[in-house]
Nanobody, 115 residues
Framework: QVQLVESGGGLVQPGGSLRLSCVAS????????MGWHRQAPGKERELVAS???????NYADSVKGRSTISRDNAKSTVNLQMNSLKPEDTAVYYC?????????WGQGTQITVSS
């Protein structure tokens, strides 16, 4: 089992920045993928960004150039820095951990972008 705890969500004005963090604990494999999905009201959950244990990153087109995903393998932590936030970034953001065919999810953290 893997447990994920997220932090860093909140209310931010358009154009602002937020940094999300997620700490994984439990049966952590040295080979894994971590990242973030989000789900806005009335919409399906979508990938925001991912990063492999080797540091390969992938971003949704909607956040590319505005976001940076990073990880600390020693601390089993993944971070997502989001800049130039837009109202359409409003959603619940979920951290995930993937390894050996299994996916674990965090409880989600709300980001609201509004003036």
């Amino acid at each position: 089992q893997v447990q994920l705890v997220e932090s860093g969500g909140g209310l931010v004005q358009p154009g602002g920045s937020l940094r999300l963090s997620c700490v994984a604990s439990g049966s952590i494999s040295s080979i894994n993928g971590m990242g973030w999905h989000r789900q806005a009201p009335g919409k399906e959950r979508e990938l925001v960004a991912s990063i492999s244990s080797g540091g390969i990153t992938n971003y949704a087109d909607s956040v590319k150039g505005r976001s940076t995903i990073s990880r600390d393998n020693a601390k089993s932590t993944v971070n997502l820095q989001m800049n130039s936030l837009k109202p359409e970034d409003t959603a619940v953001y979920y951290c995930y951990y993937f390894s050996s065919g299994q996916v674990y999810w965090g409880q989600g953290t709300q980001i609201t972008v509004s003036s």
